[in-house]
């Protein structure tokens, strides 16, 4: 059963919000208004078209951009955090352990301790092993693997992912996509996911909120009434396939409104 | 096979170039101060061997000197601008234009001031003045060239400026550095041997000199030979940088 968004009356703590925000670029705006409320241990979908608004939306819950309009609230502190990139975005020049110790030691965590996290956190994503490769050692499912290893070793009580999948095959991305609802059930953190693959969206998150084409607002948003992470089969269900078609038809409604 | 005819056909193509040469020169009985057989400029290599080796080897550390000085000057420099726009935009249009000075016009006024009696100083102060931009221009390039969401990472993580400078953008500027000198390598030779014609005074005895002093006495053959042991020493300095900069970039991303 998917039905159209009925916020649940359970009151949640708000990790991070965006008031009527809008982001004006040189060229023109670039998102907005826009409004979203996040809520600790939810994941979130954004969908839409290239160049809604969805990543620029990312950054201004990562803090990373101010909005020209509108307000941003984040309850998360710094070091609370975390953002996985489209590409991994590792520092070629270091090593895997470096590379994942890197936000423990800039936020002065002790050269030793920070290693030691760091190795534990790259054998959660299954990459033990790769301490001491350098990036170009690395395949891309590995690079994605190690990135999101970086993510989750400050123990963020929000992650953001800016389209993690869009370099990868299925199976590496079916193989990540799992690494994800395995981290959020350990830890239960808020997510946001950006992506314009509508079944990744559906698939991934408890709520999609579909975006019109840029500058964007909110289109439509939907819950996805399923246990995460995902049982066996639930890409074939027709909870699934339905859910698909609700946000693709808002995604198509969207674009020829 | 295919690999050692790719590495014969240049042996083979100089030495068919060194025979015809040598055959023209024979039958046409050209005089040899205008232009000597490759016969003759081996012998006049053999001659003069020592005194040859000994410039050439004048030249290259007067070369190295001037590198040393350029890197660590355009280092410095490129560091402090890297820090602040302001002076990046106060600096690069003096570094542009000594840049584009040629150096021989230079030279008269670093002759006086390194004092006539020190041509070495001059020579060096030259043919680091070559040296700098290379390295200058690869050092401002390389220090913002880190990748854009590496900036934005180390932002979220409230990186200080000191953590960003030591741990994104000095390594992020690695490559262009490396490339920075093997460039600027070679220019300190050729501007170290330019400079030597202007500056050289017989007090700084490089090869320049070597070639002024055989031109004079019209020994075509030594200047060959001189010619001879310049090329190779360019050669062998731009393969050892080379062979630096390849080491350096495999130890650098692990590959």
Partial sequence: MTAFAQMSGAQMATVAALQSVEVAYGRGPALGPFSLRLELGEIVALVGPSGCGKSTALRLLAGLEAPTRGEVLRTAGPGETSVVFQAPTLMPWATGLDNVALPLELAGVPRPQARERAAAALAWVKLKGAEDAKPAQLSGGMAMRASLARALVTGPRLLLLDEPFAALDEITRRDLAADIHRLWAAAKPAIVFVTHNVEEAVFMASRVLVMTPGPGRLQAEMRVDAPLPRPQGFRVSSLFREAVEQVSAALAEGMTA | ?255
Avoid at chain 2, 118 to 139: D, E, Y
């Fill in chain 2, 1 to 255: 096979m295919r690999r050692a005819l790719d590495l014969s056909a240049p042996i083979v193509f100089v030495a068919l170039l060194l025979s015809v040469w040598e055959i023209a020169v024979q039958a046409l009985h050209t005089p040899p101060y205008l232009l000597p057989a490759p016969s003759a400029v081996a012998a006049a290599f053999e001659q003069n061997r020592a005194i040859l080796i000994d410039s050439a080897l004048t030249t290259l550390v007067m070369a190295l000197w001037a590198l040393a000085i350029a890197s660590i000057a355009a280092c410095a420099i490129a560091l402090t601008v890297a820090l602040s726009p302001l002076a990046e935009r106060s600096v690069r249009p003096i570094a542009v234009a000594l840049q584009v000075t040629p150096i021989v016009a230079i030279a008269p006024l670093v002759n006086i001031w390194a004092g006539l009696d020190h041509p070495q100083r001059a020579v060096i102060g030259l043919a680091a003045v070559v040296a700098f931009f290379p390295i200058f221009s690869g050092a401002v390039t390389g220090l913002k060239a880190a990748d854009p969401d590496l900036e934005r990472l180390f932002d979220l993580y409230g990186a200080t400026r000191l953590q960003r400078l030591r741990r994104l953008r000095l390594p992020a500027a690695v490559p262009f550095l490396l490339e920075g000198h093997k460039v600027a390598a070679g220019l300190a030779v050729i501007g170290a041997v330019v400079a030597e014609f202007v500056s050289g005074s017989g007090g700084s005895q490089g090869l320049a000199w070597r070639l002024l002093e055989a031109a004079n006495r019209l020994q075509t053959a030594k200047m060959f030979a001189a010619l001879l042991i310049l090329g190779l020493m360019g050669v062998a300095a731009h393969a050892a940088f080379q062979a630096l900069e390849t080491w350096a970039l495999k130890e650098w991303r692990g590959r």
